[in-house]
């Protein structure tokens, strides 16, 4: 059975830090890309961050571009993002999600992210 569990979500002032972390089990998960997604209300879903199957290569959304690093931990089967310089537009559930070949996908969860004063 596939699981993601995020944790570390919470609330934190502005300019303030988080890290987020997701476990995976019943996959192998060196063997998937993974990302971070996030959704604030009343928007869709939108990609802050992915990481190749070894952490060779990532990927952010231009909006958390120098403040958010995803990083990976295969022998932990955890995948990690860390959130600094927050703002209030960073509001959002966030999401971890794994892909596997072309088209089989897991998600989490998600965990709360508040960044408020």
């Known amino acids: 059975q596939v699981q993601l569990v995020e944790s570390g979500g919470g609330l934190v002032q502005p300019g303030g830090s988080l890290r987020l972390s997701c476990t995976a089990s019943?996959?192998?998960?060196?063997?998937?890309?993974m990302s971070w997604y996030r959704q604030a209300p009343g928007k869709e879903r939108e990609l802050v961050a992915s990481i190749t199957y070894t952490g060779g290569s990532t990927n952010y959304a231009d909006s958390v571009k120098g403040r958010f690093t995803i990083s990976r931990d295969n022998a932990k089967n955890t995948v990690y993002l860390q959130m600094s310089s927050l703002k209030p537009e960073d509001t959002a559930v966030y999401f971890c999600?794994?892909?596997?070949?072309?088209?089989?996908?897991?998600w989490g969860q998600g965990t709360q992210v508040t960044v408020s004063s």
């Open positions: 999600k794994s892909l596997l070949g072309i088209s089989t996908y897991y």
């Open positions: 019943g996959f192998t998960f060196s063997s998937a890309i």
